[in-house]
Every structure is written in structure tokens, then in C-alpha cells.
């Protein structure tokens, strides 16, 4: 129980922490790429879920090291041990304790965390760049919007610009300059157009000729842009049942298979099948680094280099929480980096268990 809450206590300001950290990062959503505060703020709680899974392996582990070191300072460990409560029994009650925290990892990287990024990056989809009136500075090029370059010479406090230039890249052929000595920007149903005065557009085209014509009032459509921001889902945020699927399809020879959240794609087969790992495979650590925290219950705080002891235990509990990451780099569609990645909690798992029991017959 005590486990629990400290465990609740400190992933919660963990996660707060990181997650205001990130949330001032992504501000760029707004003040770069012309998104609304509103879509700001859904796209960066929906965050939130994915922070709380990268640090739960460490909250958990420095939940056990800080209760057990703390039941040591105050001698109530000394009680367990003297009411007949074997060292044995305590690790084991812990590594059982421990499998509540391994499928609550797992539920959240294989559910929860796949479905509340793509679910941000909706937000993303669907935004029509509310904020885009305020990205225009004069005296520089603003290119936040997809194939859209816009130069304005002077914008007074009534939104009126003077001296525009509009660069339209229409297709990889046909480009359109267009030039304003004044405009505005104004809303009609919902949709955002800049309205130009006493101007020119070229016409700019590989295949023709350059054409010029020149006008006193036209409206620009600036809702067939689009954010530079990316909009399509990232390998991490695609269901992990999509992910699987794509991977069968792929070791069944076929190259590229269109699905409802990404391009099944042969080159992306390492980076599926480490993110499945990621997924699928990871939370078993967390029984390990149960067992390295629960090493501290071997030495009592009267022997001799206690502090030195518990360093060593926080190091290597650490330790595997680095190896852990690091080693999914060499999972992928190699069959022997694959056992390799696989067997190494496993068998880390078994020689510190073994260390474990050696210690505690050697000290009786």
C-alpha cells in the first residue's frame, strides 16, 4: 500500500513536470504553425498518457528503493525479520506485486498511449488554422503554410496590409506570383480569404509561356492550405493491432499494402516490428527492477558501507532501465538481434535472482 501511494505521488509530479515542460515546447503548434489555443490544449493533455508510460518503469523502481530504504532507517524491516517474516517471502510478495505494475504498462503501451497520440494528431487534422492572421509579420516570409510563401511590407492595428507578395506553388509545374499593394484578411462563413487590391499575378508555368494580368480587387482562398505541421499518423501512433497486421503482410512478401492508418511499407519493417517490442515486450523489465530495488533488504543500515550498497542498488536498477532501451535499437527483422533483445531480461532476470539467494545464504 505504501508502495502504491508513493508510487502515485511521485509519477504524478513526474508527469506534471515533463509534461509542462513538453507543453511549452509545443507552443509552436501555435505562435509557428497558426493553430488555435484550443487545439493547443487538446493535442498536448492528450499527451499526457504517453509521459506517464515512459516514466512508470522508474517511478515504480524508485517507489520500492525509497519505502524499503526508508523501512530500514526507521528499523521496521528489523520487525518483519524478527516476527518470522523471511527475506525470501518479503522478495517474492514484491515480484508479485510487481506484475500489477507489468500489465498496467502494458495496457497503456499497447492501448491507451497508441489511441490518445493518434487522437492528438487529430486535433492537428482537423484544425483550420485559426491563428493564421496573427503568423503574418511584416518585413518577413512567412512559409508555415504548405506550398504558400507570403510577404507583407506593413500591417496596421485594423489588420489593413500594405505591399503583399504571394508566392502559390500550384504543382510541381505551375507556380502563381502575386502582388497587392494592399489586402486584408476577412472571414465569410467560417472560411478565411485575403482580399487584395491593385495588383498583379504571374502566372509562372515550365510547359508554357509566363502570363501577366492585372487586377484591382481579388479574393485569395486560404482554406485550401494546409499546416507544414505533420498531420499523418506517426508509427507510434498507429494502433498496435494495425501494426501487427502490417507486419504479417509484409513477411508474406508484399512490399506495399494501403491501410486505414499508415503505408504498410517494406522499408518501415524495423521500425514496426521495434515498436511492437517497445509495445508488447518492455514491460517485462519490471519484475527485474523489482528484484535489483529489493536487494536492499540484504544489508541492514548498521553494516558495514550501507550507503555505498544502496548506491550500487540504485545504479544498476538504473542500470536495466538504460539497458532496456538501449537494446531495443538491435530488435528488428534480424532473427538473432531479436533473441538476443529477448532473452536478456529474462536471463538478467535469473542470474540476479540466483545472486540474490547466494547473498542471502551466505549472510545466515
Request: aromatic share 16%.
Amino acid at each position: 500500500r505504501e508502495i502504491l501511494f508513493f508510487f502515485f505521488i511521485s509519477s504524478l509530479a513526474l508527469t506534471l513536470i515533463i509534461w509542462v515542460i513538453q507543453a511549452v515546447n509545443y507552443l509552436d503548434i501555435v505562435s509557428e504553425d497558426g493553430h488555435s489555443f484550443k487545439v493547443y490544449f487538446s493535442y498536448t493533455l492528450m499527451t499526457i498518457p504517453r509521459v506517464f508510460n515512459k516514466i512508470l518503469p522508474f517511478a515504480f523502481f524508485f517507489s520500492i528503493f525509497y519505502i524499503i530504504s526508508n523501512y530500514e532507517d526507521k528499523n521496521q524491516l528489523l520487525i518483519y525479520w524478527t516476527h518470522g517474516i523471511k527475506k525470501k517471502e518479503f522478495l517474492n510478495a514484491i515480484i508479485k506485486f510487481s506484475f500489477l505494475f507489468l500489465i498496467l504498462h502494458f495496457i497503456l503501451s499497447v492501448f491507451l498511449v497508441p489511441f490518445s497520440q493518434n487522437k492528438a494528431r487529430s486535433f492537428i487534422r482537423a484544425s483550420n488554422l485559426d491563428f493564421f492572421p496573427s503568423l503574418i509579420k511584416p518585413k518577413r516570409f512567412i512559409d508555415t503554410v504548405e506550398n504558400l510563401t507570403i510577404y507583407v511590407e506593413s500591417k496596421n492595428s485594423a489588420g489593413l496590409i500594405k505591399n503583399i507578395i504571394l508566392k502559390d506553388k500550384i504543382d510541381s509545374n505551375n507556380s502563381q506570383i502575386i502582388l497587392a499593394k494592399t489586402g486584408e484578411i476577412y472571414l465569410q462563413d467560417g472560411k478565411k480569404y485575403l482580399l487584395l487590391y491593385n495588383g498583379r499575378i504571374i502566372n509562372i508555368s515550365k510547359l508554357k509561356d509566363t502570363s501577366v494580368f492585372k487586377f484591382k480587387e481579388t479574393r485569395f482562398d486560404l482554406n485550401k492550405y494546409n499546416t507544414k505541421t505533420t498531420t499523418y499518423p506517426k508509427i507510434q501512433e498507429v494502433e498496435t493491432s494495425q501494426l501487427i497486421y502490417c507486419t504479417q503482410l509484409l513477411k508474406k512478401g508484399l512490399t506495399y499494402t494501403k491501410l486505414d492508418q499508415m503505408n504498410c511499407e517494406k522499408n518501415f519493417l524495423d521500425n514496426i516490428i521495434q515498436e511492437l517490442f517497445k509495445r508488447m515486450y518492455l514491460p517485462i523489465y519490471i519484475p527485474l527492477i523489482a528484484l535489483m530495488a529489493s536487494f536492499l533488504i540484504l544489508k541492514s543500515k548498521s553494516s558495514f558501507n550501507y550507503s555505498a550498497f544502496k548506491i550500487y542498488v540504485f545504479t544498476a536498477g538504473v542500470f536495466f532501465l538504460v539497458i532496456s532501451e538501449i537494446s531495443l535499437k538491435f530488435a528488428g527483422n534480424n532473427m538473432l538481434h531479436n533473441i538476443y533483445f529477448l532473452s536478456t531480461p529474462i536471463i538478467s532476470f535469473l542470474i540476479m535472482h540466483k545472486i540474490f539467494n547466494h547473498k542471502l545464504n551466505t549472510d545466515r
